[in-house]
């Protein structure tokens, strides 16, 4: 591009720079906050659902209906042991990631969690091999509990079948 095109071009821009009403440009700029906006609040809209997804792929894969029912509904026992109504469960979230963690000693819930006990800490017992009481049944990730938790909490948890 010739010198004299850039002057002119440079000329020009400026120009139309300071032709544009500021509230134009105000307009604009307020166009783009809200397309950025806008954006983000979509990809975390979807992020969410992403999460829950995984979640549902951690249930089906540990295969939690066997004893809590297709749906959370609370497991008819019979083959599997009746786990109760994951519907009513009055568990806060640490509570819900600690029991499917780490399971429920003395009882048929199973430790989920890989590494449970012998690389986190479960009920504060010391690093190393997982109580007798617990049935190890070491097949999820942390980030699958934490995604099981969020797909609980948002589809069943709550509500009624
Ligand atoms: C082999 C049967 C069995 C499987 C499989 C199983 N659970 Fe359980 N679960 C139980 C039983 C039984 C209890 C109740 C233990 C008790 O408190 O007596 C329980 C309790 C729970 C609780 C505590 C509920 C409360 O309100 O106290 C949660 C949460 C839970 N299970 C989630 C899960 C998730 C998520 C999965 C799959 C990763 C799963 N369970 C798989 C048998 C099972």
Known sequence: MADSEVDA???WRGTAHRQQPRSALRRRL?????????GVACTSASAQDATVAAGEAAWDKAGCLQCHGASGEGGSGGEFPAGPSLRQTRLDRAALVEAISCGLPGTP???WLDGAYAKRVCYGFPLGPAPAEITAMP?????EV???VDFLTAKFIGQQQ
């Open 9 to 11: 071009l440079r000329r």
């Open 30 to 38: 307020t166009a783009l906050v809200l397309m950025v906006g806008g």
């Open 109 to 111: 819930m199973p430790a």
């Open 146 to 148: 934490d995604a099981l």
């Open 139 to 143: 097949v999820l990730s942390a980030d």
